[in-house]
Structure formats: C-alpha cells, structure tokens
C-alpha cells in the first residue's frame, strides 16, 4: 500500500529525504507540465519545476494542511511561472514568432502508430497551440492550463491562485475566447482537434 501525502509530508518533515523524493515523483509530471505550458520553454520549465520542489522542501515544516497538498504545490508553481514570466520580460526581447518558429525543448512524446506525416502535423499543431497560449496573458494562460491541460476543477484552481471561483469562471471564459480567437484562423490546416481547441 502506497503511503498518503500527508503521510509522506509527515516523513520528509521528519528528515526522511527518500519520502520527499516519492513526493517529487508524485507530482513532478504534473508540476512541469504547467511550467513548461506556461513558459514554453523546456529548459526554463524544467528549471523551474527543480525550483518548485527546492521552495517546497524548504517550506514543508510550515505546511498546515489548511488546503490539500496539491492545491499549495500549484499554488506554488504559478506564483514561480509568474515570477518567471515578469523576469524574462525584463532580460529578453525573444518575440513571440521566434518563440513559435524555434521551439526550445521537445515536446510531449508522439505515439508510434502514427504516420510520418501525422507525426509532422501534429508536432505543428502543438507548436501552434504552444504559440497561442505563449500570447495570452498570464493570468488567462494559468487558469486555461490549470483547467484544460491539468484537469483542475474551479475550485482547486482558486484555491491555488487564491482568487475566487467566479473569478476562475470570468477568467476562463476569457481565456477560452482569447485562444480561440488566436488559433481560430489555423485550425483549419489541421485534421484533429485536441481538447483544448473544442
């Protein structure tokens, strides 16, 4: 039998390094998903979930259960995306075509059944999407990922974010009709249509 959360929280409050680690094994996926959808960037969003689990190791022992677990790791990441966000803006002037055109870091794997071609238009299609997400304001492309891409439910992203849930609702509908209208003129090209686009 596995061991809870807070039972790992409790472990690695204690010293134990190897419950920390499971801990990070639990969520690293997750954590660097929303990363590397907000920043774009493989190399900035692994760096950044790397700094989400140094910021949570260091704040375990004044960790009080007031929220679940994952709700304060998110809460985490998207004030680390946003730090981020605001620092890159400060020291880069990378254009958002350039961000589009030269991908910096893999993106998720594509399956083996597909054809060369499939595996072309898909690769594209997700560059696409990455792009348009890379436009929208920052607290439009939290809620979007944390809702579209992490399956959160309204209220585990207002708790994360620490905003209310209607706040979540006005902010996703926005966000869903800023991205569509960004891709609405794209989509087309391609034959499937992932989630996030319906």
Request: charged share 30%; net charge positive.
């Amino acid at each position: 039998m596995h061991p809870d959360d807070q039972e790992l929280i409790d472990r690695s409050v204690a010293g134990d390094l190897e419950a920390f680690s499971e801990l990070v094994r639990r969520y690293e996926k997750k954590v660097f998903t929303v990363a590397f959808r907000f920043t774009g960037n493989y190399s900035d969003a692994s760096d950044l979930a790397q700094e989400v689990f140094i910021r949570v190791y260091q704040a375990l022992p004044r960790f009080r259960g007031e929220a679940s677990f994952t709700t304060w790791l998110y809460r985490i990441t998207a004030n680390l995306c946003r730090d981020e966000l605001r620092r890159q803006k400060r020291h880069k002037k990378t254009s958002l075509d350039e961000m589009a055109a030269n991908p910096t870091g893999p993106l998720p794997p594509i399956e083996d059944s597909l054809s060369p071609d499939d595996v072309l238009e898909r690769r594209e299609f997700q560059e696409m999407v990455q792009a348009c997400l890379n436009e929208l304001p920052e607290e439009y492309r939290l809620v979007l990922v944390m809702r579209e891409i992490q399956g959160l439910s309204y209220a585990e992203i207002a708790a994360a974010l620490d905003i209310s849930p209607g706040t979540v609702k006005s902010r996703l509908s926005r966000a869903r009709q800023a991205f569509r209208q960004k891709i609405s003129g794209r989509r087309e090209l391609f034959a499937f249509r992932p989630r996030l686009v319906k």
